[in-house]
């Protein structure tokens, strides 16, 4: 059973950083495609970013690719978004993803989904 667990989730303020850590369990983590959404208040949920299953390719939403960095550790089955100055309107419920198919990098569609960790950015 395939399990993702987010973490680092909080309150900052703006500007500051934080960096979220999403963990898999219960397969193997390389032969996956991994993502990270978010979900504000009285929005849809966005795509925020992705990662190929070796980390050779990533894709970002446009307006968030010079601040926020995906990355993962395949030897830890753990995924990363690191979040640098962050805004009050990047405040969201943050979900990780996993997809073990060759889907477009951009897709909005993945088999697994995390809970969700909230961030937080006060002004």
């Known amino acids: 059973q395939v399990q993702l667990v987010e973490s680092g989730g909080g309150l900052v303020q703006a500007g500051g950083s934080l960096r979220l850590s999403c963990a898999l369990s219960?397969?193997?983590?390389?032969?996956?495609?991994m993502g990270w959404f978010r979900q504000a208040p009285g929005k849809e949920r966005e795509f925020v970013a992705a990662?190929?299953?070796?980390?050779?390719?990533?894709s970002y939403t446009d307006s968030l690719k010079d601040r926020f960095t995906i990355s993962r550790d395949n030897a830890k089955n753990t995924v990363y978004l690191q979040m640098n100055s962050l805004k009050p309107e990047d405040t969201a419920v943050y979900y990780c993803?996993?997809?073990?198919?060759?889907?477009?990098?951009?897709?909005?569609?993945?088999?697994?989904w995390g809970q969700g960790t909230q961030v937080t950015v006060s002004s």
């Open positions: 993803a996993a997809d073990p198919f060759f889907r477009n990098i951009a897709t909005m569609r993945y088999e697994y």
């Open positions: 219960g397969s193997t983590f390389s032969s996956y495609r």
């Open positions: 990662v190929t299953r070796s980390g050779g390719s990533t």
